[in-house]
């Protein structure tokens, strides 16, 4: 009979330890830790992200039953107190950071884009956390209340988040976006709010595409109509000059009905040779950006927190992107039609269970040894 690793080990397993410990250098703080390390606050926090544990105390009553395997994830129990103290002061820029390792490190094993188009596709869009203002103060939204926002730039190869700042509530989309530095070639989609015509112009400069919908009262003049063909939807199809002060901005319009609802859409985009159909298609692709919001609200701890300061409120945020990381890159190597929601309902159940992640996938599939050699492909 063979031995296997718990599930849960094999989550971590992914993380270069290597990495981590260069990282955690990088953004300690004042005082380096002695005894409870960033890999120990990591590993609980990954731990109540994925077994959907409700609060501090339940996160800590979770790994001390299982105190018995905690050696094997390279970590101990851990008291309350010191938990939430670690939240609350190592600063959450090295979650931050090891977030965006991740994501390198797992795009390779991502598969492709729906499209046959080369450019990269993102999708971007930002989602608003309700806080409680009595408890969150340092999030005041509004008069009564409190919130955070997650701007989300969605790669579409794998559907992996490649960039996600989070700020509050009050902090205009339109003011991150101008940030983003954004790959020569890709395609960028997203909705209305993120219309601003001196950032349409820096992404031209840049030799970044968009796609948007128009806004309905929108000024432009027509310079050019191309033939359509109505019958896949498309009722229009122009080059036209949107006014913007004394600066001439040109860009095409696509006219697209829906033939399903009988709805019709104008889109806007500065791509001038794709079809006119398939920028359509594009821009019904943005709701995969929705479906990901809903999915880390519902699977995901981040609506309820670990602690109420900032840095414990964005290190349990960025630690919950890990999970998604790290949940998207078992579901690549699973190669079956598996949701990820299904996914994580799986791990949850059986999170400190001693069996290899795929035998959970398909236990009826035999398997005469347990084979890490893809579990550690992230290693070097």
Known sequence: MHTFTTVFAQFLSVVPRYLFVKLSKEHRGKRSPRTFLYWDQFVHLLHAQLAGCKSLRDGIMGMNAAAKRLYHLGTKPVSKSTFADANNMRPYTFFEALFGELYRRCLPKAPGKKFSFKNKLF??????????????????FRTTKAG????????HDGYLPAVVTVTEAKCHEVNMAKLLQLPKGSIVVFDRGYVDHAWFRQLCKTDVFLVTRLKSNARFIVLERNEVDRTTGVTSDQTIQVADGEKALVLRRVGYRDQETGK???????????SARTIADIYKERWQVEIFFRFIKQNL???????????????????????????????????????????????????????EILDLVDPRQKRSKFNDSDQLTLLP
């Open 148 to 155: 955070i926002k997650l701007h989300t730039l969605l790669d």
């Open 264 to 274: 019709r859409f104008e889109f806007l985009t500065n791509h001038m040779t794709l």
């Open 301 to 355: 701890k981040i609506k309820t927190f670990l602690g109420n300061s900032k840095n414990a409120v964005l290190s349990q945020v960025y630690v919950a992107l890990i999970a998604y990381l790290l949940l998207a890159y078992q579901k690549f190597l699973s190669k079956i039609g598996l949701s990820l929601h299904y996914l994580a309902r799986l791990v949850q159940r059986n999170l400190m269970q001693q069996c």
């Open 123 to 140: 999708s971007l869009d930002a989602s608003v956390v309700d806080l409680c203002l009595t408890l969150f103060p340092w999030a005041k």
